[in-house]
Nanobody, 122 residues
């Protein structure tokens, strides 16, 4: 069983919405940053959005105003609310966790989920 488990992907028409979830295993005891990445067919993996433990967020320009990243520390779940989806958003979406070896200012290990497919049709 993986340490990060994504769900919520699916097929929607352009303009629709999806909400991705990523449950963080209890074996991951500490993170510095959580993030969503995606990989479209024939393209490299790109960072879509991230959130630090104190709530600071980042987004790539193409999703600003449409996607919202959030986390629930009680439920150990990371979310990505995706609105007004476009065909260019079609990709496999991956959840990732930056885990500190000692502290967040030092070396980090990165854990990945297995990915969830998002398909947006016109």
């Amino acid at each position: 069983q993986g340490q990060l488990a994504e769900s919520g992907g699916g097929s929607v028409q352009a303009g629709g919405s999806l909400k991705l979830s990523c449950v963080v295993s209890e074996y991951i005891t500490r993170t510095c940053r959580m993030s969503w990445h995606r990989q479209a067919p024939g393209k490299g993996r790109e960072l879509v959005s991230s959130i630090t433990t104190d709530g600071a967020t980042t987004y790539i320009d193409s999703v600003k105003g449409r996607f919202t990243i959030s986390q629930d520390n009680v439920d150990r779940t990371l979310y990505l609310q995706m609105n007004n989806l476009k065909t260019d958003d079609t990709a496999v979406y991956y959840c990732a966790a930056d885990r500190p070896i000692d502290d967040c200012g030092g070396s980090l290990l990165m854990s990945w989920g297995q990915g969830t497919q998002v398909t947006v049709s016109s």
